[in-house]
């Protein structure tokens, strides 16, 4: 099993209530793809601090190869084509558990 997290920081006054509840909505419908993605959560930021980043992905994968499907999903382009041009800073942290 892996644990995988993604955190972004997105452009000053861009990131909304919208574009979060946005990305729990895609992110149940990836979960709901594949088997091998055991949980998929996402959680804003509450605490405004100049380090903090705004929006963080936390998944459980069966195995590596469910990283890769997932990364394909039509979903997960989809979500990266509208929000990765107002993203400033992306972090990814992978282990396993």
Do not use: W
Not at 18 to 45: L, M, P
Not at 71 to 95: A, C, Q, W
Request: aromatic share 14%.
């Amino acid at each position: 099993m892996i644990k995988h997290f993604v955190l972004f920081t997105f452009e000053d006054n861009f990131f909304t209530e919208d574009n979060y509840n946005e990305y729990v909505q895609a992110f149940k419908t990836i979960e709901k793809a594949f088997d091998g993605i055991k949980s998929a959560n996402v959680f804003c930021n509450c605490v405004d601090r100049p380090a903090n980043m705004d929006l963080m992905i936390e998944m459980v994968l069966e195995n590596e190869s469910v990283l890769s499907q997932y990364l394909n999903h039509p979903e997960h382009i989809r979500m990266g084509s509208k929000y990765n041009p107002h993203v400033t800073n992306r972090v990814s942290f992978d282990y396993q558990i």
